[in-house]
């Protein structure tokens, strides 16, 4: 359902990209493209939710 939700809102791109670390990928999660579709991204949110819940949480980072 993630990966449907991610494709759908063109923020999963696949081919070969170069991360910033130097590392390379055959796919690049583009966030920023999901949250234009906020139905899409609530749906997404809340099955990440549902995977975290039991997990204790100490401190949460972000980009800024």
Known sequence: MVIEQLKESEA???GH???SS???SNR???CA???Q???RAAKV???IAERLKNI???IVVGAA
Request: net charge negative; glycine share 4%.
């Open 37 to 39: 579709y906020p139905d």
């Open 45 to 47: 949110i809340a099955v």
């Open 56 to 58: 204790e949480v100490d």
């Open 28 to 30: 690049y999660c583009q």
């Open 17 to 19: 990209f170069l991360l």
């Open 33 to 35: 493209k999901l949250l």
């Open 22 to 24: 130097g590392r390379h």
């Open 12 to 14: 999963l791109l696949e």
